[in-house]
Every structure is written in structure tokens, then in C-alpha cells.
């Protein structure tokens, strides 16, 4: 069971990656879109290399470095729309001249 809803969680952060990188771009934030693309191509090849069983101290790091990267990803990403989300309540609760 572990391994299967792992693999099912790490798939759906992979997809969010590509989905949010999309989001960023449609909104013109060229750095946001690159970040999270690369992210998603980082943990994507980090998992591979730990799906295939290989158990070498290189592949074993790189996972820990990609799920390091990709918790740093998901930092940024909820900040950025902790900030969206204050700044549209902002505008929306100031008055009308």
C-alpha cells in the first residue's frame, strides 16, 4: 500500500508542478512558470531513479534532494498565493470613491 499511494502522491505533485507552471505562465510570470517546470522535471527524474530500486548512495541523494526542492517549491508557491489572495481581499474590501 505504501508504494502504491506513494507513487500516486509523487504522480500528483509531479502534475501540479506542470499545472502550476502553466497558471504562472498564462499570468506572465516567467520565473514562477521555468521554477516550477524544472521542479517537476527534477523530482520526476529523482523518482525514477528511486522507482527502479536502484539503491546507490547517488540515487538515494538525489530523491532526498529533489523532495527537499520540491517542499521548498510548495513553500513558495502557497506564499505567492497567500500574498494574491490578501491583495485581491485588500482591493476588494476598499471603498468605492
Known sequence: MHLLFGTLGFACLIAACFV???????RTRRRGAVAS???????????????????????????????????????????DLYRRTRAADTDRKTPAP
Open 37 to 79: 517546470g524544472v521542479v517537476g522535471v527534477v523530482f520526476a527524474a529523482g523518482f525514477a531513479g528511486i522507482a527502479t530500486g536502484a539503491a546507490s548512495e547517488a540515487v538515494n541523494l538525489g530523491f532526498t534532494a529533489a523532495v527537499i526542492i520540491s517542499s521548498a517549491w510548495m513553500t513558495t508557491v502557497a506564499v
Open 20 to 26: 502550476i507552471a502553466r497558471s504562472y505562465r498564462r
